[in-house]
């Protein structure tokens, strides 16, 4: 009996070593890029869930029941901000754990939107109107700096949520960071052979990551999707294509805008998409990477087929 009761209280110990070990916070994300840099620093702890399911837009998404009841009971939220998900604020308000728009953080790298930035083109109607000038440009997950800062919260937060498991959330930060020295690296050499090359995108989501590597779209041919523009407006942005020649013009999955085929039509212009939200990249340690090359690869494979 005593030696049953011996192996009783060391199992009953093991039980007491490792049950911090399996400490679980529920880290919600708002959007995709976010839950990849949860995933890179709960690796082997957790794994965070996300609002939006793929292919859904932060600008646009309708909140179900369910999804209200997630946010309640997460015991971390990140968002990007109300320039990105104007849904968020009113269901945030019966919210007690913490939550962090992570727009607001210290150290980050942020752009706005000004008159200039949308096109070369005169043509007010051709601007974002999503992006009017003056306001901030939310796509910030795309720049790998930001996403170094926004990595270091999410460690410190559930250093301090987990301190059983800080050590961990510490030294998945570190590999995070030395994969995006690699992967920084793979992309600038990648990327430096078509900087010189014109392209145009529908939306404009990608300036963070055109700064980080040299890149600049050469016009943004963005229109309202209810919205079909004019004869008038339609020759002008074919007037633009035509002036470049060989190009790409590249649409945010997972719907092409109508315009495309009737704008590119009998010229030497090339559709591809770029998903600057990976919809539907894994939520694993290297999601974020992946993320961020498969877009890189895509718009260097594009400009260099030309």
């Known amino acids: 009996m005593s030696r049953l009761f011996s192996i009783f209280i060391a199992f009953s110990a093991c039980l ?47 909140l179900r029941p369910s999804d209200v009841r997630r946010v309640q009971s997460a015991d971390l939220l990140y968002w990007i901000g109300p320039d990105m998900e104007g849904f968020m604020p009113r269901v945030l308000n019966g919210r007690a754990a913490p939550s962090v728009s992570v727009q607001t953080l210290p150290g980050l790298t942020l752009r706005h939107f ?25 796509h910030l997950w795309l720049a790998p700096a930001n996403a170094r800062v926004i990595a270091a919260k999410m460690a410190t937060d559930l250093s301090e949520k987990d301190p059983a498991n800080a050590a961990t959330y510490q030294r998945n930060l570190k590999a995070f960071n030395e994969r995006l020295d690699a992967l920084d690296a793979r ?24 700064s980080a590597y040299g890149l600049k779209h050469a016009g943004v041919f963005s229109v309202a999707s209810e919205v079909q523009p004019g004869a008038q407006h339609v020759a002008a942005m074919r007037k633009r294509l035509q002036q470049v020649g060989k190009t790409c013009v590249f649409s945010e ?21 770029l998903d600057a939200l990976g919809g539907y990249t894994p939520a694993t340690a ?16 594009c400009l260099e087929s030309l």
Do not use: C, W
């Open 16 to 62: 007491l070593v490792i049950g911090p070990a399996q400490a679980d916070v529920k880290v919600l994300t708002s959007i995709k890029p976010l839950q990849l840099i949860a995933a890179a620093v709960q690796d082997g702890v957790g794994t965070p869930d996300v609002l939006l399911p793929p292919n859904a837009s932060p600008h646009s998404f309708a």
């Open 253 to 273: 999955p997972p719907l092409r805008p109508r315009l495309a085929e009737t704008l590119t039509a009998g010229m030497p212009v090339k559709l591809a998409e």
């Open 114 to 138: 000004t008159q200039d930035s949308h096109s070369h083109d005169e043509d007010a109607a051709e601007h974002d109107h999503d992006h009017r000038p003056g306001t901030l440009d939310a």
């Open 286 to 301: 290297q999601g974020y990477e992946q993320l961020l090359e498969t877009l890189g690869n895509d718009l260097a494979g």
């Open 187 to 210: 992309l600038k050499a990648r990327l430096a052979g078509v900087a010189d090359k014109p392209f145009f995108v529908f939306h404009e989501g990608y300036d963070y990551f055109e």
